[in-house]
Antibody, heavy 114, light 113 residues
Framework: QVRLQESGPGLVKPSETLSLTCTVSGDSVSTFYWQWIRQPPGKGLEWIGYIYNSGSTNYNASLKSRVTISVDTSKDQFSLKLSSVTAADTAVYYC????????WGQGTLVTVSS | DIVMTQTPLSLSVTPGQPASISCKSSQSLLYSDGKTYLNWYLQKPGQPPQLLIYEVSNRFSGVPDRFSGSGSGTDFTLKISRAEAEDVGVYYCMQSKQLPPYTFGPGTQVDIK
């Protein structure tokens, strides 16, 4: 069974870069689509972007200028970087597998605050 | 972007009774490959969303058969034939026909009476 686990700082200062990693077990990041989704506290789901084929990416236009998703196949990890964060970027960040988000990590809360 | 709407936004269900959630998209979700890219997810309290239904009517692995999906084009429905206490949570529909971006409905909060 595939498992995904997000990791990274829980607190980021405004204007800095949010960096998260998703570690995959039971599968290879060289296959499938690997996704990032976020959920502000008490709100709905927002798709951030995906990476597939070990390097091809697609991002939400609303975040595209600030987002980078990359993959490390040697560690079966993929990562999210979101630059110039503001309080509006405070959310639970989820990683997920597949075009249909078949499997999800538990999520990690990132708070943007000074 | 394709806009997804859901009704109702909240629903209280008696155990053992049926429940139904509607999802509408601003454009048809029928793709040129003949498939319709509409999924349903359930987010139980304190948990990540979990996939229930993909491509309108296909139950994901391990999903109880009391959950069913139907619809076409722009109108879709998720039905719970006999609600159980464990079905509490927020239900989201999502389209993946036109990317980017994937877009989700606002969610329907389901409580059990």
């Amino acid at each position: 069974q595939v498992r995904l686990q997000e990791s990274g700082p829980g607190l980021v200062k405004p204007s800095e870069t949010l960096s998260l990693t998703c570690t995959v077990s039971g599968d290879s990041v060289s296959t499938f689509y690997w996704q990032w989704i976020r959920q502000p506290p008490g709100k709905g789901l927002e798709w951030i972007g995906y990476i597939y084929n070990s390097g091809s990416t697609n991002y939400n236009a609303s975040l595209k200028s600030r987002v980078t998703i990359s993959v490390d196949t040697s560690k079966d990890q993929f990562s999210l970087k979101l630059s110039s964060v503001t309080a509006a970027d405070t959310a639970v960040y989820y990683c997920a597998r597949g075009r249909g988000f078949e499997f999800w990590g538990q999520g990690t809360l990132v708070t943007v605050s000074s | 972007d394709i806009v997804m709407t859901q009704t109702p936004l909240s629903l209280s269900v008696t155990p053992g009774q049926p429940a139904s959630i509607s999802c509408k998209s601003s454009q048809s979700l029928l793709y040129s490959d003949g498939k319709t890219y509409l999924n349903w997810y359930l987010q139980k309290p304190g948990q990540p969303p979990q996939l229930l239904i993909y491509e309108v009517s296909n139950r994901f692995s391990g999903v109880p058969d009391r959950f069913s999906g139907s619809g076409s084009g722009t109108d879709f429905t998720l039905k719970i034939s006999r609600a159980e206490a464990e079905d509490v949570g927020v239900y989201y529909c999502m389209q993946s026909k036109q990317l980017p971006p994937y877009t989700f409905g606002p969610g329907t909060q389901v409580d059990i009476k």
